[in-house]
Every structure is written in structure tokens, then in C-alpha cells.
């Protein structure tokens, strides 16, 4: 039996190899069925897969981020008016904060004058947003100090095409810097911080 993952849009990926051109072996994930499809996962690997719905085969690395750094920042997305808007990416040494690329679909609903959509409809279109929609990167914590266990925010910064992120505060608590930044998100106040 190949290896074969579904994502969350719904789309079904088969795990694959191929050769570089040193002789090594390369694994990537096809949406078509290959010759070459594997039929485990090769030792030392995982599966992964961003919030964006890409599919890869990554090497395993030691999380250095805890459970509950991750909670404290899941915790700070939940309470946002918007929270349905984020996702929460984690990776060995950074958590980072996803928004919905588009408009929200309440504030579109009430521009188009559907403002009165039933809560069955409302939840379709939210499912579908969650199947289908796209995320931008907009705010990281990195962990800077692993002993005293202290983060360093960060912000993603648009000037001029600078697609790039600048830093906002360092070496504190990650819930500290959680509770004080994430409100921000989605209102002009995001682009205040520096």
C-alpha cells in the first residue's frame, strides 16, 4: 500500500522518489500516482503540512518550543475577535501567527446585502474558508533564550514592498509577549508596532 495523504482541502497526495543528481534519494509528494510511490514513510521522516495545505516530506528535528508556549499563544488567537481569521504554525524554534488572505465572510456577507444568511449557510461558507483559504505569515515568536525560556517578537512589515519582518520586543515570557501583541492582528494598531 503506498503512502498517501489527504490534505485539509481535501486533495490526495502520494509519497514519491526520485534521484538527484549526486545519486541521492529526493521524496516529494505527487498528486498523480508514479512509478516510483513509495510504501513507507523512510526512517527519520514526516509528513508535514503547512497551513496552507502543502504537503512535504521533512526530516524529524527536536521541538524546542513546549506544549504550553504553544498554548499561551493558541490561547491569545482564541480570545481575538477575529480568531477564525489565524492560524498557529509551530516549527523547532518559532511559532508563527497565519492570517486569511481575503475579506472576513460576515463583513462580505453584510456588503452584499446577505447580512441575514441562515447559520447553516454561514457555517458551509466557514468550512469552505477553512478547506480552501489562504494564509499570509504576519507575526513570529522566536525562542531566543532557552533557559529562561524568553521569546522575541517579531511583525511582518509591507513598506515598499519589503516583504520582511522587523523586530518588536525581546528576550520576554511568550505569554507575556502573546497577550500584549495579538490583539493587534487585523486592526491598523498592527502596523503601529515597533
Not at 151 to 170: E, K, P, V
Request: aromatic share 8%; net charge positive.
Amino acid at each position: 500500500m503506498s503512502v498517501v495523504h489527504r490534505n485539509r482541502k481535501g486533495r490526495t497526495y502520494y509519497l514519491c522518489e526520485s534521484t538527484t543528481k549526486t545519486g541521492k534519494p529526493r521524496y516529494y509528494f505527487s498528486r498523480e500516482r508514479g512509478s516510483k510511490m513509495l510504501t513507507e514513510i523512510p526512517q527519520g521522516y514526516q509528513i508535514r503540512e503547512s497551513v496552507n495545505g502543502v504537503v512535504s516530506l521533512t526530516k524529524m528535528r527536536r521541538r524546542e518550543i513546549s506544549d504550553g508556549e504553544i498554548d499561551a499563544v493558541m490561547a491569545a488567537v482564541r480570545m481575538h475577535p477575529k480568531a477564525s481569521r489565524y492560524r498557529v504554525d509551530t516549527k523547532s524554534s518559532h511559532i508563527t501567527i497565519y492570517e486569511r488572505i481575503g475579506p472576513d465572510r460576515l463583513e462580505l456577507a453584510a456588503e452584499l446585502g446577505l447580512d441575514t444568511l441562515s447559520k447553516n449557510t454561514l457555517r458551509r461558507i466557514a468550512e469552505r474558508e477553512s478547506r480552501s483559504g489562504q494564509f499570509s505569515p504576519m507575526m513570529r515568536f522566536i525562542l531566543t533564550d532557552k533557559e529562561r525560556r524568553l521569546f522575541t517578537a517579531q511583525r511582518m512589515c509591507f513598506l515598499s514592498g519589503m516583504n520582511d519582518w522587523i523586530y518588536l520586543q525581546h528576550d520576554k515570557p511568550i505569554g507575556k509577549l502573546a497577550r500584549q501583541l495579538v490583539p493587534a492582528l487585523g486592526t491598523d494598531r498592527f502596523f503601529e508596532l515597533v
